[in-house]
C-alpha cells in the first residue's frame, strides 16, 4: 500500500505535466497570434483599403519667445549692436551674382568641393593654423566643415533653417576662442499651398551672434564619424556607432537606421528612389541623405544605393529638430493592391514639383513600373 506522501508527489507530478502540456498548447496559440499581429501590422504600415486624401494644415510659425525657449542648450545667442541684416545679406547674397564672381567664389571653395563631393553650398571660410574651417550647408541644415592635415570632416548644427538663418557674408571671424560663431537671424517661414518654392522667409529679429563650443560640436562618443548632434537629430545612437546592429558602421551605412532584408516589397521601395549623376560615387556621399516620412517595415528595409534616412510619421515620434523642419524633398506612398491581382499594386511617388503614379507588377522576380498618372509643376 502507497504512504500518502507518494500518492501526494504522484498527484503533484501528474498535475504538473497537465498543467505544462496546457501550457504549451496555450504557448502555441499565443506566439500564433503575435505572428499574425507583427505581419498585420507591417501590411498595416505598408497598405492602404482606398487612396488617402491629403489635407493641408496650416503651420503657424513660431514666435521669437517660443524660439528662444526651444534652443539647444550647447547655443548661446547674443544680441549685436551693428549688424547686417537679414534683407541686406539675403540680398547681396543672391544679387548681381555675375559669371565671373560665381567663377571666383567656386574657386574660392574648391578645396572643399574636392574633400566634400557632398552636394554642399559654402560660405565664410577661415584657416586656424594648419586647420581649414568653413561654413556649410545642403538639404538637411547647417554645418561646420573641417579639413585639418587633409583629412575632411563635418558636424552638423542642429539648428533649423525654420528658425535660423546664418549670413552668407560674415564678417568676423568664425572661429574664436574655443567657439564656431557667426552672424544671423530670427526668422519664419509661411509656406504658400499648391506653390512650393514661392515660400515667405522672413526675418523676426536681425543681430544676432550664434556661438556653439567646438567641443560641443565636435563630441562624437561612439567614434563612428558623426558628430552627437546629428546622430541626437536623426535618431541614430550617439553611443553606437552601429545603430542597426548589421555590422556596418553608421558612417559607411547607407540605410543606418534599420536592418535591410531583400524581399519583393522592398524591393519595390527600392527602385522608386531617385537617381544620382553617373560621375557621384555614392558611397563617398557620407553626409547627403535622403529623408523619407514613413513607418512601413518594407520601405526601412530597403538595400539603397543612396544614403537614406526616416523619419516617423507621427509629430509626437519625431525629433524636435524633424518636427519643425521640412527635411523631406521626396515621398514614397503606401501601397494600394489591386483587386484581380494579388501581385499588382499602387504606388506613387513625388517630390516638391511633381507626382508619378505607378501600377506596379511583381512577375518572375521582379517588378515593371507603369505610370499612370501624375503631374508636373
Not at 247 to 257: T, V, Y
Not at 326 to 336: A, F, G, L, P, R
Not at 355 to 360: G, I, T
Request: net charge negative; aromatic share 16%.
Amino acid at each position: 500500500m502507497k504512504s500518502a506522501a507518494i500518492v501526494f508527489w504522484e498527484r503533484f507530478l501528474h498535475f504538473c505535466s497537465k498543467t505544462f502540456n496546457e501550457m504549451k498548447i496555450l504557448y502555441f496559440f499565443v506566439l500564433v497570434f503575435c505572428i499574425s499581429c507583427s505581419v498585420n501590422n507591417t501590411d498595416g504600415n505598408c497598405f492602404i483599403e482606398k487612396e488617402e486624401k491629403s489635407v493641408y494644415v496650416e503651420q503657424k510659425p513660431y514666435t521669437v519667445k517660443e524660439i528662444l525657449n526651444k534652443k539647444p542648450d550647447y547655443l548661446q545667442i547674443v544680441d549685436l549692436k551693428d549688424y547686417r541684416s537679414f534683407k541686406k545679406d539675403s540680398t547681396e547674397s543672391k544679387g548681381g551674382f555675375s559669371e565671373e564672381r560665381w567663377k571666383a567664389k567656386k574657386e574660392e571653395y574648391n578645396v572643399f568641393s574636392e574633400k566634400f563631393p557632398d552636394h554642399f553650398s559654402y560660405s565664410a571660410k577661415q584657416q586656424v593654423g594648419n586647420v581649414l574651417y568653413a561654413l556649410g550647408s545642403n538639404a538637411l541644415g547647417f554645418w561646420l566643415m573641417k579639413i585639418e592635415n587633409d583629412k575632411p570632416s563635418a558636424y552638423f548644427l542642429g539648428l533649423s533653417f525654420s528658425h535660423y538663418y546664418i549670413n552668407k557674408i560674415q564678417e568676423t571671424p568664425i572661429i574664436k576662442d574655443g567657439f564656431l560663431q557667426f552672424e544671423g537671424s530670427l526668422v519664419k517661414i509661411i509656406k504658400v499651398p499648391g506653390l512650393p518654392g514661392y515660400d515667405d522667409y522672413s526675418a523676426m529679429e536681425d543681430g544676432k551672434l550664434f556661438r556653439i563650443k567646438l567641443d560641443d560640436l565636435m563630441k562624437d562618443s561612439d567614434q563612428d564619424g558623426y558628430n552627437d548632434i546629428f546622430e541626437e537629430t536623426f535618431a541614430l545612437n550617439p553611443n553606437n556607432k552601429d545603430t542597426d546592429g548589421d555590422g556596418i558602421n553608421d558612417f559607411e551605412d547607407m540605410n543606418p537606421l534599420f536592418k535591410s532584408e531583400k524581399n519583393k516589397f522592398s524591393e519595390l521601395y527600392a527602385s522608386l528612389l531617385p537617381s544620382y549623376s553617373e560621375d557621384d560615387d555614392l558611397k563617398k556621399l557620407h553626409y547627403t541623405f535622403e529623408v523619407y516620412e514613413s513607418d512601413c517595415d518594407y520601405f526601412h528595409q530597403i538595400n539603397p544605393e543612396i544614403r537614406v534616412l526616416f523619419i516617423p510619421e507621427k509629430d509626437q515620434k519625431k525629433t524636435y529638430y524633424t518636427r519643425i523642419t521640412d527635411v523631406t524633398e521626396n515621398h514614397i506612398s503606401k501601397m494600394k493592391r489591386a483587386n484581380y491581382d494579388s501581385n499588382r499594386v499602387y504606388i506613387s511617388e513625388s517630390g516638391s514639383s511633381h507626382k508619378n503614379d505607378y501600377v506596379a507588377e511583381y512577375k518572375d522576380g521582379k517588378w515593371t513600373l507603369e505610370i499612370v498618372g501624375g503631374y508636373i509643376i
